[in-house]
């Protein structure tokens, strides 16, 4: 029964190593889990523990030994009683040749054939269902009508954050929850938005479904860690176990006038992440459609509201049954010289900017995005081929923003439909500044937007 | 301070509070998660389980005392130093195994790895390598144990050092705040990485850390499986009760080094092999045993059986085929 004992690697990437010293000498009697040795290499050193029992039967590797190949046998253990065997072959044992095995099999298994294109939802073509009657209600008492409707429909839904219980919400979208729902669906939560943030995410792998509110986007940062590690991730990690049915909504981008800290984008900063879905709708019918449908969905959604819309009225459907598929983009004007594609605010920017374009006989067709994750590629690339100009329009930072990302799709699929270099409008790279004439000169304007696509025309 | 100080607030057990039957389950459950822990060692030492790799050497009466106060639906959450608490809720030695060697057999398919596995059927909701992060996931598991309106209970474990991370604090205060069923198991195993809690903590009373939210705390001797269970009991019994969150501090200590790459100058060899000989947790119910009449024989019996359960999941994990290419792909998002 002699046992070979090898020449452990203390990382993946480590070769060889030292044998610093022997703790046990030939004859010692080892049972497992004693330190036979300490090797060393010039960033650690590690204990090798015994695994089995026996008789340590002979050392073949010198204490002060440099250079030890990994798996190679150090020593022998035998069975009381047992003679060391003459020769110990010094070649591969079992184990190296499996992991030589699993290698190979790293190399050859190639990805390639089964990448899906996960960026490209492909649905565009279907038409918007057609819901009948509308009504005018603004943007606040959307999102309101779709969380009582949802609280309403599913008793595992409830809504936690800050003020959003007593005071009906810091911009009063939680108006009039707490009485229809009690305080132990819609909980005040003190200021604490990473212990919060884990609290709900902790639920949620239990099957829960809450809906977190950021009094604004800006306070996620503070728990960014759970959204992004805890939420987005543990599907994965759990091999498909552990899903996460929560959204995470609030006020998302600049206010009006509460300087830098208050004010900006994280479109682009949840849209980088796999395991996410990302939602930012422009009008009411959107608001409503869509936070109805972040509620149902099975995965973490962040949900960005925009606080200037809040108060903005649309028509929007009233049937009960009222709902927007998440992935779909919305061509909100046709048109055939140039495409708009932009979300959230700049939407009404974009649209006032094709105003003044078609005065001047340019015909934009803007593109509301709705969901920025996963991205709705084919209408833009539909839209493209058609008007053979992108512009993209966004309040945030250019640099890696959603702008650059619309774009590279373009470039990726409608190349050859190109006649000119996309263009992005975006906010300038600078903190957003206080002062009004600053402010405004930091946030994309119709202006800059019609420059842009006469420029390109 | 050193493990399982003899201090005025730490309890010891005061005779047997466990039935000669429970010593050796414990026995059983300590032993498996102790030969399992070296085998993965070994494992690693040969190149098979990559990355990062946390034994739980040494801390083996924390798990087994808490899981022993437990019924099914109670919850468990901890870090990354996961082996044991997966073992002690009855994770299998196999899909614990061929994860951590990242075969497609393991509990995450091969996609988690040591830090990362989960059991839903086992109510084990992992495995978080953020430090700290747990214990926020951990009251929201309490939280919908409340919500529900069972009598069930959530345990988070953290670390020393991660006693030290903010949103501990924040736990603290909302699981008072709303009197969520969780207990805080502190593993004080006195060192965090390489920093010992002296240089990394101005409070070394962890137990009492949760005082200002009026969380009751206890410390135990986290090498003595009676006082461990015994605590275990109160603190699961208030929780049930509906009396809100119980901190346990369990005096532990780790033998080997902080992941498999330790440069283990931060503390003596002679400090490790003290209390290896003298508080072992394992030796210490081996002794119960024999002095309650059970032979050696039938401990030697017990260790057999362990190591036949712990050869055969390194086998397995070793036969078992790596993940598909395909999964890759898979499990980023269900399909709504
Ligand atoms: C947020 C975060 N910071 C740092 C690390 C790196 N890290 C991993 S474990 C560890 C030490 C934690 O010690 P302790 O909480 O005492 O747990 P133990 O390892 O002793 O079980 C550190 C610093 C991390 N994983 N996460
Ligand atoms: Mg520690």
Redesign the interface.
Same mark, same amino acid.
Do not use: C, W
């Given at each position: 029964m002699a046992i070979e004992v090898l020449m452990p690697a203390l990382s993946p990437t480590m070769t060889e190593g030292t044998l610093a010293r022997w703790l046990k000498k030939e004859g010692d009697t080892i049972s497992s889990g004693d330190v036979l040795a300490e090797i060393e290499t010039d960033k650690a050193t590690m204990e090798v523990e015994a695994v089995d029992e026996g008789i340590l039967g002979k050392v073949l590797v010198a204490e002060g030994a440099q250079g030890v190949a990994v798996n190679t046998p150090i020593a022998i253990l035998v069975a009381e009683g047992e003679d060391v065997p003459d020769a110990v072959a010094p070649a591969q044992s079992d184990v190296a040749k499996n992991i030589s095995h699993s290698e190979t099999t790293a190399e050859t298994s190639s990805a390639k054939d089964v990448r899906p294109s996960p960026l490209v939802t492909g649905v565009s073509s279907e038409p918007e269902k057609e819901w009948g009657e509308t009504s005018e209600i603004t943007v606040r008492e959307a999102l309101n009508q779709a969380m009582a409707a949802e609280l309403r429909r599913d008793p595992d839904v409830f809504l936690i954050g800050e003020e959003v219980a007593q005071y009906q919400g810091a911009y009063k979208i939680s108006q009039g929850l707490l009485a229809e729902f009690g305080e132990n669906r819609v909980i005040d939560m003190p200021i604490t938005e990473h212990g919060f943030t884990g609290m709900a995410v902790g639920a949620a792998l239990t099957g829960l479904k809450p809906i977190v509110e950021f009094m604004t986007m800006n306070f996620s940062m503070q728990a960014i860690d759970h959204i992004i590690n805890s939420a987005a991730k543990t599907l994965y990690m759990s091999g498909g176990q552990m899903g996460c049915p929560i959204v995470f909504r609030g006020p998302n981008g600049a206010a009006a006038r509460v300087g830098a800290q208050h004010s900006q984008c994280y479109g682009s900063w949840y849209a980088h992440v796999p395991g996410l879905k990302v939602i930012a709708p422009w009008s009411a019918a959107d608001a409503k459609g869509l936070l109805r449908a972040a509620i149902r969905d099975p995965n973490p959604v962040i949900f960005l509201e925009n606080e200037i819309l809040y108060g903005r009225k649309f028509e929007c459907p009233t049937d009960e049954d009222f709902i927007l598929p998440i992935g779909k983009a919305k061509i909100e004007r046709s048109g055939t010289d140039v495409t708009i594609v932009s979300f959230s605010i700049m939407v009404g920017t974009a649209l006032q900017a094709a105003e003044q374009l078609a005065e001047q006989g340019i015909q934009a067709e803007v593109i509301n995005l709705r969901t920025l994750r996963p991205l709705d590629t084919a209408t833009i690339v539909e839209s493209v081929k058609k008007t053979s100009r992108l512009v993209t329009v966004e309040e945030g930072w250019p640099y890696a923003g959603i702008g650059a990302e619309v774009a590279m799709q373009v470039i990726e699929h409608a190349f050859d439909w190109l006649d000119a270099p996309p263009v992005r409008i975006a906010g300038e790279d600078v903190p957003m500044p206080f002062a009004a004439n600053l402010e405004k000169l930091a946030l994309p304007q119709p202006q800059h937007i019609v420059d842009a696509v006469k420029a390109l025309v | 301070m050193e493990a399982g100080t003899n201090n005025a607030q730490t309890t010891g057990s005061n005779g047997p509070s466990l039935t000669r039957e429970q010593f050796l389950q414990a026995y059983q459950d300590m032993v498996l998660i102790?030969?399992f822990e070296?085998?993965a060692?070994?494992l690693?030492?040969?190149? =098979?389980i990559?990355?990062f790799c946390h034994l739980y050497?040494g801390q083996e009466a924390v798990v087994v005392g808490i899981q022993m106060a437990l019924k099914d639906g109670d *919850?468990i959450?901890t870090s990354y130093r996961d082996h044991g608490q997966m073992l002690a809720a009855g994770m299998t030695a196999r899909g614990v195994m061929a994860e951590l060697t990242g075969r497609a057999t393991?509990?995450? #398919?091969?996609? !988690?790895g040591s830090m #990362?596995?989960?059991?839903?059927e086992k109510n084990f909701?992992?495995? #978080?390598?953020?430090v700290g %992060?747990q214990? %926020? =996931?951990?009251? !929201?598991?309490a939280? %919908?144990n409340k919500?529900?309106g069972t009598d069930e209970v959530s345990i988070a474990y953290f670390g020393d050092g991660a006693a030290n991370q903010?949103?501990v604090y @924040?736990?603290f205060?909302?699981a008072a705040?709303h009197k969520l069923p969780c207990i805080f198991v502190i593993e004080n195993n006195l060192y965090g990485m390489g920093t010992s809690i002296e240089r990394a903590s101005a409070s070394h009373e962890l137990w009492r850390n949760g005082e200002p939210w009026g969380v009751p705390g206890r410390r135990v001797d986290g090498m003595d499986i009676a006082a461990v269970h015994e605590a275990a009991e109160e603190a699961v019994a208030h929780c049930r009760a509906g009396k809100g969150p119980y901190l346990l501090e369990m005096m532990t200590y780790r033998y080997?080094?902080h992941s498999?790459?330790? &440069?283990? *100058?931060y503390r003596k060899r002679e400090e490790v092999d003290a209390v290896r000989k003298t508080r072992d947790p394992i030796e210490h119910v081996k002794q119960i045993l024999l002095d309650s009449g059970v032979d050696e024989a039938s401990l030697r019996s017990i260790e057999n059986d362990v190591k036949a359960v712990v050869n055969d999941s390194a086998e397995f994990a070793?036969t078992s085929p790596?993940p598909d &290419?395909?999964e890759?792909?898979?499990?980023?998002?269900? @399909?709504?």
């Open positions: - | 102790r030969r070296e085998k060692g070994q690693y030492g040969m190149g =098979l990559g990355g050497i *919850k959450i393991g509990y995450s #398919h091969g996609k !988690g #990362h596995m989960f059991s839903r909701y992992g495995g #978080h390598g953020i %992060a214990v %926020a =996931l951990g009251i !929201g598991l939280f %919908a919500y529900r903010g949103q @924040e736990s205060n909302l705040l080997r080094g498999m790459s330790d &440069p283990a *100058k070793q790596e &290419p395909a890759l792909y898979t499990d980023v998002l269900l @399909e709504a």
